[in-house]
């Protein structure tokens, strides 16, 4: 079973030494400031993660902590603040934020050039128009996952399950772009098992714990697992474990290549932040994006 394990953590850390070596030959330092508002245990380990990669790649981190009984206006404040800072080259909301905030508010106001999450309007109609702009940081792991395993992907069926506007939508339109046949499943696809199965590469990103079986897998195909859920666990010490929305050990038989959860497509997104914060840095400042982060 390990030979068809996609290693998440390894590619990862191919496009983090990319994302160094370019940073390294730029006349500037880019600089990643992230907005982290109240203390939700999750959000600051992939805080920490994100400060700590990004000082590891060459680029200026700045940190903004809020507390958590933090007003709309301040925070909005705080976005207008990061982009009119001339230094500042890429602004990441943490998400969640606390229920007392409107999160699309704040996303709203980010400036698109800086945008470095793609999650704001502009930076979703550039995606869906085909115009350069800064992608979705998961989606963009999905698809370099993919082209690790099968190099050009020209051609081949794509099915996503999921039509969310964080990983779904912005996934289906980056397969496109990469020119495969791509088809979007949701909770009202008929047959979807049997669309499943005719995907040459599939994409659950759902939320539902172990909801693909191995009999919706095609045999050789390549399965980027999107999902990270928590189910109890009474033989692990927290009581808890994590799966995706493959049922990972059956499928695992099956696939050609599938990624684990944890160690898939995590690692990839804040790979793919980094990134981001390079292409915003270069295209802001009129310079020429570094090939070696094509994907």
Known sequence: MDGNIIDGKAVAARLRKRVAHAVSALPIQPSLAVVLVGDDPA???????????????????????????VSQDDVEETVRTLNSDPEVDGILVQLPLPGHLDSDAVIALIDPDKDVDGLTETSAGRLLLGQPGLRPCTPTGCVILAKDVLGDLSGKHCVVIGRSILVGKP??????????????????????????????????????????????????????????????????????RLVGDVDYDDTAAVAGAITPVPGGVGPMTIACLLRNTVLAACARRGLRAPEELDI
């Open 43 to 69: 959000s600051q380990v992939y805080v920490r993660s994100k400060i700590k990669f990004t000082k590891q790649c060459g680029m200026r981190s700045l940190e903004h902590r809020l507390p958590a009984t």
């Open 171 to 240: 996934a289906a339109l980056l397969f496109l772009e990469q020119n495969c046949t791509v088809s979007l499943a949701h909770s009202r696809t008929e047959n979807i098992e049997a669309l499943c199965r005719s995907a040459d590469i599939l994409v659950p990103a759902v939320g539902r714990p172990n909801m693909v079986k191995a009999d919706w897998v095609k045999a050789g195909a390549t399965v980027i697992d999107v999902g990270i859920n928590r189910v109890d666990d009474s033989s692990r010490k927290s009581g808890t």
